[in-house]
Nanobody
Framework: QLQLEESGGGSVQAGGSLRVSCVAS??????LAWFRQAPGKEREEVAR????????SYADSVKGRFTISQDNTKKTTHLQMERLMPEDTAMYYC???????????????WGQGTQVSVSS
């Protein structure tokens, strides 16, 4: 069974950068997404990558600031976050599915999350 583990969260001042990473136990997935959830708010998908067609997609709230990428083994996926803002503060989760990406897709595998905190 596919297992996911996030790392790289932390605290940073507004305007700073962080990179969070997701390591998968296998390369059996076709779609991997990063979600975030802040206290009292709904979970939000911020970025996804479809390894089958090589496409990436971003939420409007992070477009131009966040970049999702994967390494050649396809087992490690990064989310590079630039120009961070206090409203980016949340628990960040990676999630994967064995099918291709599409809007509204459900994800079968989830990591435990990594906290990102941005101070003003």
């Amino acid at each position: 069974q596919l297992q996911l583990e996030e790392s790289g969260g932390g605290s940073v001042q507004a305007g700073g950068s962080l990179r969070v990473s997701c390591v998968a136990s296998t390369a059996s997935w076709k779609c991997l997404a990063w979600f975030r959830q802040a206290p009292g708010k709904e979970r939000e998908e911020v970025a996804r990558i479809d390894t089958g067609v090589g496409e990436t997609s971003y939420a409007d709230s992070v477009k131009g600031r966040f970049t999702i990428s994967q390494d050649n083994t396809k087992k490690t996926t990064h989310l590079q976050m630039e120009r961070l803002m206090p409203e980016d503060t949340a628990m960040y989760y990676c999630a994967a599915r064995e099918g291709f990406c599409y809007v509204g897709a459900t994800y079968d595998y989830w990591g435990q999350g990594t906290q990102v905190s941005v101070s003003s």
